[in-house]
């Protein structure tokens, strides 16, 4: 991480949560930036080792637009 840049906040739900049958059905897919398998693989590797600030929250946030 660069000097002087703030760590990313990421919203982690509880562990008590229990997620409806719909929730857990639901199908996602990830958005990786990147035009090759190698540059997506690095961008993960960089995401997965970044410093962030944890927010915990009672419940997931809707994800439908």
């Known amino acids: 991480m660069p000097q002087g840049s703030k760590p990313t906040t990421v919203e982690l739900v509880k562990s008590d949560y229990q ?6 059905e639901e199908e996602f897919d990830l ?3 990147g035009g090759t398998e190698e ?3 690095d961008f993960l590797g960089q995401a ?3 410093t962030v600030n944890i927010r915990w929250i009672n419940q997931p946030r ?3 637009k």
């Open 39 to 41: 540059e997506r693989l």
């Open 62 to 64: 809707n994800r439908r």
């Open 48 to 50: 997965l080792t970044e």
């Open 19 to 24: 997620p409806t049958k719909f929730e857990l």
């Open 31 to 33: 958005d990786i930036p």
